[in-house]
């Protein structure tokens, strides 16, 4: 399956954006979805992710702010991000797999795309 992320941009801090993630070439129902980000000089980590099933599990950075959905008809999952704070910018990535995790043991990644949040 291929992942086109997009959705990202410059926010000031309190702002929202949402993030779109489409696949393509396989069966987007099959797959669990999730998010991950890497912000400048660190680790790529889990923000969100989301069962076949739709159930969402979510890293402690994110609760109460970010709402990660999907749309099966669409191929496509979303991160909606609200209350942004400067700490959560950084390059977000969505990501594929057959059994969702919150580690990085993800088989497909999409390209990313750049939040930055201004305080």
């Known amino acids: 399956v291929q992942l086109q992320a997009s959705g990202g941009g410059l926010v000031q801090a309190g702002g929202s954006l949402r993030l779109s993630c489409t696949a393509s070439g396989d069966t987007f129902s099959r797959y669990a979805m999730a998010w991950f980000r890497q912000a400048p000089g660190m680790k790529r980590e889990f923000v969100a992710a989301i069962s076949q099933r739709g159930e969402p599990i979510y890293a402690d950075s994110g609760k109460g702010r970010f709402t990660i959905s999907r749309d099966n008809a669409k191929n496509t999952e979303y991160l909606q991000m609200n209350s942004l704070k400067p700490e959560d910018t950084g390059v977000y990535y969505c990501?594929?797999?057959?059994?969702?995790?919150?580690?990085?043991?993800?088989?497909?990644w999409g390209q990313g795309t750049l939040v930055t949040v201004s305080s």
């Open positions: 990501a594929a797999n057959f059994i969702v995790r919150t580690s990085l043991a993800y088989d497909y």
